[in-house]
């Protein structure tokens, strides 16, 4: 079984500059979930959606970041313009629906390393 | 809220050394508990979980046992290896929560020979 895809895995930019990153979900898991991983923390929620609606981006920054998951499968976020502070890792994972019984675990792409100069 | 906290590393230990990492939570109702382990360079994989009170996750000779009563789900290994050395996040989710996952900080483990 494939695993989530991420593309590309590193990124180096200039601030005020602009980036996208690309992730395609495990075949079948209806949510999709992108993460901030700043180096020594956890990971940081930012968007989650199901098929392609939005179900939680409370922490997503909406004034330079967008994400969006326009066929209920891929999913694009993308940083404009990049701060300094924006250097960090980049996951997306992927889990089946939640319902209201346990939490299914969520599986995680290796991530894109961003680099803000 | 939901909260976890994890022991701080970097942790360093010898080949065949016992390992713990601690890990306390914070929820609001009865959550799952989750041990993520991410290597250099990868996304973060399952290691083990445990979905109520008492229960034991195991996996690849790790394990972790649900306290209810001390709010804990410490992460041991009684004999680690060099191919153990990543970085451990303990983790939780709330049932009817939309799957949400809380993550703690992450605990740095370096196995030498």
């Known amino acids: 079984e494939a695993g989530v895809a991420q593309s590309p895995r590193y990124k180096i930019i200039e601030k005020r500059q602009s980036v996208a990153f690309w992730c395609n979900p495990i075949?079948?898991?209806?949510?999709l979930y992108w993460y901030q991983q700043i180096l020594g923390q956890g990971p940081k929620l930012l968007i989650q959606f199901q098929n392609n609606g939005v179900v939680d981006d409370s922490q997503l920054p909406k004034d330079r970041f967008s994400a969006e998951r326009l066929k209920g499968v891929d999913s694009t976020l993308k940083i404009q313009p990049a701060k300094l502070e924006d250097s960090a890792v980049y996951l997306c994972a992927s889990s089946f629906p939640p319902g209201a019984g346990i939490p299914y675990e969520q599986y995680f792409g290796p991530g894109t390393r961003l680099t803000v100069t | 809220g939901n909260s976890v906290t994890q022991m701080e590393g970097p942790v360093t230990l010898s080949e065949e050394a016992f390992l713990t990492i601690n890990c306390t939570y914070t929820a609001t109702g009865y959550p799952s508990l989750f041990w993520y382990v991410q290597y250099p360079g990868e996304g973060l994989q399952l290691l083990l979980k445990?979905?109520?009170?008492?229960d034991k996750g195991s996996n690849k000779g790790f394990e972790a046992t649900y306290r209810k009563e001390t709010t804990s789900f410490h992460l041991e290994k009684g004999s680690v290896q060099v191919s153990d050395s990543a970085v451990y996040f303990c983790?939780?989710?709330?049932?009817?929560?939309?799957?949400?996952?809380?993550f703690g900080t992450g605990t740095s483990l370096t196995v030498i020979p």
């Open positions: 445990a979905t109520k009170a008492d």
């Open positions: 075949s079948g898991h209806a949510t």
């Open positions: 983790a939780l989710s709330e049932r009817g929560t939309g799957n949400q996952f809380y």
